[in-house]
């Protein structure tokens, strides 16, 4: 029996618990499907290249004073309503353990203490660089956080459309 989908506007609360119930019905069916592992695999892959080359760039440690010195952060409130049920759902099944509540009111739901909670996150999330780093780093050593970026976000995108269309099943 096909599964719908939170809707997008439903609040974060809703949607989180979409995901679980979600997760609870058929993660065990999604986790069988041999093209969704390799895909989840390929995408955890990917987000550590992301990662590594987001700190070898400098840009991680910008963002780091910047929230810690300049009191700034991307990541404000409202952020969260971005995310979709299956994107939520997709943590999931990398193993992340989903928030019940923000640890701050005045940030996005999923930011903690060290960092953002997710691995698979919305596009704006990982493709936002704020214009004071676009200042300060060369953009030659934003080129190749650019190119892990769009692999991320490429095998997100193929993820997505894979567990949405067995959950039609």
């Not at 956080?145 to 692999?151: I, M, P, S």
Request: proline share 4%; charged share 30%; hydrophobic share 35%.
């Amino acid at each position: 029996m096909p599964i719908q989908e939170a809707p997008l506007d439903a609040s974060i609360h809703e949607k989180i618990a979409w995901a679980r119930d979600c997760f609870e019905q058929r993660g065990d069916r999604l986790l069988d499907d041999q093209r969704l592992a390799d895909l989840l695999n390929r995408l955890r892959e990917a987000i550590s290249d992301s990662r590594r080359t987001m700190v070898a760039s400098g840009i991680a440690d910008e963002c780091r004073q910047c929230e810690h010195h300049e009191g700034g952060s991307c990541c404000g409130a409202g952020l969260e309503n971005r995310y979709s049920g299956a994107l939520l759902l997709i943590n999931l099944l990398l193993g992340v353990k989903l928030p019940s509540k923000r640890t701050d009111p005045s940030n996005c739901h999923f930011l903690g203490d060290e960092g953002c909670r997710l691995l698979a996150r919305h596009v704006i999330c990982v493709n936002y660089i704020c214009r004071k780093i676009t200042d300060r780093i060369d953009p030659e050593r934003i080129a190749p956080l650019r190119e892990a970026e769009g692999r991320e976000l490429d095998i997100l995108f193929l993820l997505n459309e894979h567990i949405k269309k067995i959950l039609r099943e």
